[in-house]
């Protein structure tokens, strides 16, 4: 018994051999001993031999972009005019391009619509702009969405841009906030809501006045309550070393000097010229604060 390539050959007895002449085959009547030992041989798969060439397929090219372009003009004109309708009949391809327009004052379509309280085309503005920035974005002189909505006490498109991420403390290139706005307009619910997003009370801007110094010149009674109660510095001191007290009283202010006197505003603090509140006085007005300065005093 011999092996090769791992199989059994076994001495085969031939019984009968028959051979056909009219079909040029044979056949063997075979009889193996012990062919249950016989391992089974199974012939390795034959390749698959491609018929055809194969051709890479065939993609279609990206169709243009057939997306219309609006023109620059009617888009801050409609803007401006509110055109509610024109806005909603733009597709999101040409409201994604929208964003990123600016006209000759650097104002985005979206601070325009604020600025001429369209609210509900600043409903759609902001909410197709999912960026921070572009709620953000400042006109040249530092001016965002958030400063002329407060500036002009539009309570809704306050609410609407603080909800988006406006930022509530940002400020212009003069330093001022949102809130110095709303305090210098006297414009109550608009303070109120700043304050109650996290407005800084104290902050003051480039000349050093905090938005009670905006209230008391001019002459917000109201708004100067209001910052006052909420933890306002009745002293502060801006850059000319004036008092809120004294920027009543320079703008003869009466109602809200009196007003910070009552609160315990210092009548003696001198300014960087040496003038002190009652220095600052008119000769009319000095009478009354000193009357008003002894109650306090008295009580």
């Keep these: 018994m011999r092996e090769s390539f791992g199989y059994q050959f076994l001495p085969l007895r031939f019984s009968k051999l028959k051979f056909d002449p009219l079909s040029f ?8 001993p012990h062919s249950k030992h016989l391992k089974p041989w199974t012939a390795p798969p034959i390749p698959k ?15 243009a972009d057939k997306t219309e372009i609006i023109n620059e003009d009617d888009l801050f004109r409609a803007a401006d005019n509110g055109d509610l309708s024109f806005f909603k009949s733009l597709s999101q391809p040409q409201l994604h391009r929208c964003l990123a327009l600016r006209n000759e004052d650097g104002r985005s379509l979206l601070h325009v619509a604020v600025s001429s309280a369209r609210t509900e085309v600043v409903k759609i503005l902001a909410a197709f702009d999912h960026s921070i920035s572009g709620i953000n974005s400042a006109d040249e002189e530092g001016w965002a ?5 407060a500036s002009s006490g539009n309570v809704e498109i306050v609410k609407i841009l603080l909800d988006r991420g406006a930022d509530v403390n940002l400020k212009n290139n003069g330093g001022r906030t949102a809130l110095h706005y709303a305090a210098s307009k006297g414009w109550l619910k608009v303070a109120e809501i700043l304050l109650s997003n996290g407005a800084k009370i104290n902050s003051k801007d480039k000349v050093g006045c905090t938005p009670l110094h905006r209230a008391a010149s001019t ?18 001191v801006d850059r000319a070393g004036q008092t809120p007290i004294m920027s009543a009283v320079i703008c003869y202010n009466k109602e809200i000097a009196l007003l910070l006197i009552r609160h315990g505003a210092d009548v003696d603090v001198e300014d960087k010229e040496g003038y002190t509140v009652l220095g600052r006085a008119s000769d009319e007005f000095r009478p009354i604060l000193i009357d008003a300065a002894k109650a306090m005093l008295e009580g």
Excluded: N, V, W
């Excluded at 969405?145 to 909505?149: D, F, I, K, R, T």
């Design 25 to 32: 085959s044979t056949s063997f009547a075979l009889r193996l």
């Design 49 to 63: 031999l491609p018929t055809e060439m194969e051709i890479d397929p065939q993609y279609p090219e990206p169709e």
């Design 145 to 149: 969405p958030l400063h002329s909505a």
């Design 219 to 236: 002459g917000k009674s109201e708004l100067c309550e209001l910052l006052i109660e909420e933890g306002a510095d009745i002293d502060a």
